[in-house]
């Protein structure tokens, strides 16, 4: 049975265990990180720009070290389990855009798109090691999909 740590690791890395669940665990947390950031926006009715930027930070922290450690375990360099790049990726996409309906379906969307296309330089990131690389190459998807999305946002006149 494995140790406290190496749990704690795959319930970090798998994003509270979506990663665990057989299909698109990659697209199951980044419509679940979309939910919850529209539930957190719906019920304050803002989101702190401060706040989001933590919590980026510290999802993308924590996924360094935990996709590492599920890495080492499952002598994978990039296991799917291991969707808390998607959170964090999903997360920055979302970074001082409007959170309306459109921008959340948009965002989600247009994060995949760049997460599984990979144009340049995201496909390179990949092979930085360890929990990095896991990371990096989402990171730079939702840079891309946030940028597109207030592009988009900007000519709606948002």
């Given at each position: 049975?494995?140790?406290?740590?190496?749990?704690?690791?795959?319930?970090?890395?798998?994003?509270?265990?979506?990663?665990?669940?057989?299909?698109?665990?990659?697209?199951?947390?980044?419509?679940?990180?979309?939910?919850?950031?529209?539930?957190?926006?719906?019920y304050s009715h803002r989101i702190v720009p401060a706040l989001h930027v933590s919590a980026v930070c510290l999802i993308t922290a924590a996924g360094?070290?935990?996709?590492?450690?599920?890495?080492?375990?499952?002598?994978?360099?990039?296991?799917?389990?291991?969707?808390?790049?998607?959170?964090?990726?999903?997360?920055?996409?979302?970074?001082?855009?409007?959170?309306?309906?459109?921008?959340?379906?948009?965002?989600?969307?247009?994060?995949?798109?760049?997460?599984?296309?990979?144009?340049?330089?995201?496909?390179?990131?990949?092979?930085?090691?360890?929990?990095?690389?896991?990371?990096?190459?989402?990171?730079?998807?939702?840079?891309?999909?946030?940028?597109?999305?207030?592009?988009?946002?900007?000519?709606?006149?948002?």
């Amino acid at each position: 049975m494995p140790g406290i740590g190496a749990r704690l690791s795959l319930f970090v890395a798998s994003g509270c265990y979506i990663g665990l669940i057989p299909g698109a665990p990659g697209t199951y947390a980044s419509v679940a990180t979309t939910l919850v950031l529209y539930l957190v926006y719906h019920y304050s009715h803002r989101i702190v720009p401060a706040l989001h930027v933590s919590a980026v930070c510290l999802i993308t922290a924590a996924g360094v070290l935990a996709a590492a450690e599920v890495a080492r375990n499952r002598a994978d360099k990039d296991p799917s389990v291991v969707v808390a790049d998607e959170v964090a990726g999903q997360l920055l996409a979302f970074l001082l855009v409007p959170l309306g309906p459109l921008n959340l379906v948009l965002g989600t969307l247009l994060f995949r798109l760049f997460d599984i296309w990979k144009p340049f330089p995201i496909r390179r990131l990949e092979r930085l090691p360890g929990g990095v690389g896991i990371m990096a190459d989402d990171l730079l998807a939702g840079i891309y999909a946030n940028l597109v999305l207030q592009l988009v946002t900007r000519l709606r006149g948002g």
